[in-house]
């Protein structure tokens, strides 16, 4: 029942931004782990930022802090990622998930709802 919609994903130069939506829909925010996760070509797919199941707590990526946030819209079912200052080593197909399970936010395995995936490309 649980559908998970994206957008924002594209093209950019580095150094630019981007802020990708994941609006969910068939369940509410409430008591459920959100996160958003990249998988670039031939690696394993990662966790990029995530909020813990209260939602009290945010974890994100060593590689992404201080660039990227992550924010919600409970009124709107809705997830955002804030991209700022791009780097060519963020491009990666980029997924949005939730769970309802108290587990860890920033695991790939722990989530049983993901979005199809937006492609973020960054250039040089």
């Known amino acids: 029942q649980v559908q998970l919609t994206e957008s924002g994903g594209g093209l950019v130069q580095g150094e630019e931004s981007l802020k990708l939506s994941c609006a969910m829909s068939?369940?509410?925010?409430?008591?459920?782990?959100m996160g958003w996760f990249r998988q670039a070509p031939g690696k394993e797919r990662e966790s990029v930022a995530c909020?813990?199941?209260?939602?009290?707590?945010?974890l994100y990526a060593d590689s992404v802090k201080g660039r990227f946030t992550i924010s919600r819209d409970s009124a709107r079912n809705t997830l955002y990622l804030q991209m700022d200052r791009l780097k060519p080593e963020d491009t990666g197909v980029y997924y949005c998930?939730?769970?309802?399970?108290?587990?860890?936010?920033?695991?790939?395995?722990?989530?049983?709802?993901w979005g199809q995936g937006t492609q973020v490309t960054v250039s040089s």
């Open positions: 998930a939730v769970d309802s399970r108290p587990y860890s936010c920033n695991s790939p395995t722990n989530y049983d709802h």
């Open positions: 068939g369940r509410s925010f409430d008591n459920h782990r």
């Open positions: 909020f813990s199941y209260t939602g009290a707590r945010t």
